[in-house]
């Protein structure tokens, strides 16, 4: 069971300058090299912020259908997914740079019971820690192979 609240820590290091590289990490594992993306004149060389929040989006996604599905006992053979998150200028805060919409597609491989999984991947999506922490809307396919 769950006790909430939960805390997660992370910390990063960083030199002066938008064409170097630092370092960011979590917990006690070990550290990811990062950079500032070419959309923002970096040099491209590491995952960006970015990155790692389109990731964090769909991997949460992805851990939540987990546990859903195991305490469902709904056994799958595979859940693929992909996050395509849009950041533009908002119109209405005087410019301000926001994530302004994410579209996630899954495709569930070898579901024991279609329609109980169509039912767990539409409940996932209004479960998920992350996704419910947008303030964007997130739209969501899925294909049941």
Known sequence: MVTYPLEIFSKSQSPSGIQNE???RAGSFGPLDLSIPR?????NSAYSPEDLFAMAL???FTATFKVVAERSRLEFESLDGECHMSIDRDSGDKGTVRVIAVDFKFSLRGAADSAKAERLLQQTSKQC?????????ARFAFDLV
Not at 129 to 137: D, E, G, R
């Open 129 to 137: 820690i992350l996704i419910n922490s947008l303030k964007a809307p």
């Open 22 to 24: 630092w370092s960011a």
């Open 39 to 43: 959309e923002f004149d970096g040099p």
């Open 58 to 60: 769909v991997s949460c």
